[in-house]
């Protein structure tokens, strides 16, 4: 059952991004709202998933590597749903249901889904620790969303090509407002997560902590460069498609030697 | 009922003779004594056409008589007026709504210029079912074309690329600063672009300062003395240049460090003099957008293209929709007759439908 609706899901992303790439086929970009309705389905059935899962582990489902991709998919979904309709939602939208189909495919059909042999212990603490972090590493991965976008269009407007494309996507500044909002949204959850995992009351691996300051600190760096005006928009947008590819590895890293989650 | 058109446009007649028709009402008097049931006359600078509906088949001679008398200038023989009966008159009001038979590809003006003068028509009393039918589905032919393709897509003048191109970058232009280098006339349209668009910090810079001082009264802006544009580079975020000076006055090595703590505050170079203001290697700097006139006039070009690789897609729309309507009101291709039933929901209509 639980598998079905991750398997609808998917094909909800994947109807998205088909639709997306039949348009680009027509040599014409239309934003429709149709990518919106697709991902709202998909987010639905994930949601519908993750409570499944949740409640048969009696938990929040972060337990393994595969429910990691799975609530981080459904993190980028909440995230894109949520702030979406403050910019174009379905060019977003276009950008966002590849990833998330990228994120869930793999999650599908890697070997990863090894359930625990006993059933965990409830710790609110920890239950809160991971699953801000994960929102946040969706909020991550709109900023690095919002920084494809960025590159796209300032590409465009250096070289003085314009495709269709560019008549669609949102003005530059606007982009790069998404863009620090993003940051300092996934920023904020992400210190909280970190925060939070003190209170957990679990061991902390050394490794863990190194990487997870490891990507707070080069998130904070970023913004630090924004706020002193000392990076280019163009810069920012490149460093936070980099930082979460960067988080994502580090994220796998995390779950094969964290004994939190793990145990 | 016939449905028909009659009308001159910039395909088969001058500005003179089109400045003719301009203005007129006919409508009244093609009902009362040109034998039409219902009359819609639109008039642009572009066209006047009437769109009619009568029982017994009414002659273009007869349109144009009627046309003259309601106080043409001049008498007009006739050879610029062409005739649309049944699906050939829907397919082209449906062309006029959708921008394909304006003289600038895609244009939306015409639709608002229509929807006025069915309004004109429909307070008068001129426009009845068929007439009412036909135009709204006009209307939903522009809105579809408007929206699944690209035909309106694209600035076609240097003027409107430009401006175009600010939108692009900055979004909001109201907040942004212009300044104008050179007091040319292409700058002062620019600027005039700009400022319809919210830009309200407009300085000009000259060599004359008289000059700079009546371009800043015609746009509303401020003069500036020639010698203080480059500390004015700070502040601004788009720069028209336009001057007629024989080496570029804007090099990377004078900009550069000017820009130097706006790192996300980016600066819309527009240069449209000849030979060029600005050195083609600012284009490099991160985060200015530098456009001279080759390359503003290249994007209104490629616009164009764009917009007439769009026509096909439009004329498919246009062809549905007509196939659709002669089904529901046609008897043939040259006569549209609404069905009974439909005449009786017609007049059955609100007020606001009407």
């Known amino acids: ?263 | 009922m016939k449905l028909f058109c009659v009308g001159i446009s910039h395909h088969t007649a001058n500005v003179e003779t089109r400045e003719r028709y301009a203005g007129l009402r006919s409508e009244a008097a093609l009902r009362q004594t040109g034998g039409c049931q219902e009359a819609l006359l639109l008039t642009t600078c572009n066209r006047v056409e009437v769109y009619a509906s009568a029982e017994q088949p009414v002659a273009t001679d007869e349109v144009i008589r009627i046309l003259r008398d309601s106080g043409a200038e001049e008498a007009e023989r006739g050879e610029a007026f062409y005739r649309y009966e049944g699906e050939a008159c829907a397919t082209h009001l449906f062309r006029v709504v959708a921008g394909l038979d304006s003289m600038v590809i895609g244009e939306t003006e015409i639709l608002g210029q229509v929807k006025k003068a069915y309004e004109g028509a429909r307070e008068s009393g001129s426009a009845g079912p068929l007439i009412h039918r036909l135009f709204q589905r006009a209307f939903r032919v522009a809105k579809q074309v408007r929206s699944t393709t690209d035909i309106t897509r694209g600035a076609v003048s240097v003027g409107s690329v430009a401006v175009e191109l600010a939108g692009k970058i900055f979004g909001d232009l109201r907040e942004r600063s212009v300044l104008i280098l050179g007091a040319g006339e292409t700058s002062e349209r620019t600027a005039r672009a700009l400022s319809s668009r919210g830009v309200s910090d407009i300085r000009v810079s000259n060599r004359s300062f008289e000059r700079a001082e009546n371009l800043a009264a015609l746009v509303r802006g401020r003069a500036v003395a020639f010698d203080e544009w480059t500390a004015q580079c700070r502040e601004i975020d788009i720069l028209i240049s336009s001057t007629s000076a024989d080496e570029p006055l804007v090099t990377r090595q004078l900009l550069a460090p000017m820009l130097r703590g706006r790192a996300d505050r980016p600066l819309f170079i527009i240069d449209i003099a000849v030979p060029r203001d600005v050195a083609p290697d600012v284009n490099e700097i991160d985060g200015v957008y530098l456009y001279d006139i080759d390359s503003l006039q290249a994007i209104a070009e490629q616009s164009l293209a764009m917009r007439r690789e769009q026509t096909a897609a439009a004329e498919k729309i246009i062809a549905d929709h007509v196939a659709d309507f002669a089904a529901r009101f046609g008897q043939g291709s040259d006569t549209l007759v609404p069905a009974a039933s439909s005449v009786l929901s017609d007049t059955r209509m609100r007020p606001s439908e009407l």
């Open chain 1, 1 to 263: 059952m639980e598998r079905q609706l991750l398997l609808g899901s998917t094909l909800c992303f994947l109807v998205a991004v088909a639709h997306t790439l039949a348009t680009l086929r027509e040599g014409v970009f239309h934003p429709r709202r149709f990518n919106f309705f697709a991902i709202a389905l998909g987010f639905a059935l994930q949601s519908a998933f993750l409570y499944v899962r949740g409640h048969a582990l009696g938990r929040c489902p972060i337990t393994n590597l595969f429910e990691v991709f799975i609530f981080l998919a459904w993190s980028v979904a909440l995230i894109y749903l949520a702030i979406g309709p403050a910019y174009r939602l379905s060019l977003m939208g276009a950008f966002t249901a590849p990833l998330v189909l990228l994120i869930q495919t793999f999650a599908l059909l890697a070997p990863i889904d090894i359930r625990h042999p006993v059933r965990l212990n409830v710790n609110p603490w920890l239950e809160f620790h991971a699953s801000m972090s994960m929102i946040a590493y969706g909020a991550f991965a709109l900023a690095g969303v919002a920084g494809v976008m960025y590159l796209v269009q300032e590409r465009q407007l250096k070289t003085h090509q314009l495709h269709s494309i560019f008549y669609h996507l949102p003005p530059l500044t606007n982009l790069f407002s998404a863009l620090t909002r993003l940051l300092w949204l996934g920023f904020a959850l992400y210190t909280a997560g970190l925060v939070s995992g003190f209170f957990t009351g679990e061991p902390l691996p050394r490794v863990k902590m190194i990487c997870a300051f490891a990507v707070w600190i080069f998130y904070g760096s970023i913004l630090q460069g924004r706020h002193l005006h000392r990076l280019a928009p163009k810069r920012i947008a490149a460093l936070c498609i980099l930082a979460f590819s960067a988080a994502v590895s580090v994220l796998w890293a995390i779950n094969f030697v964290s004994q939190t989650h793990r145990s």
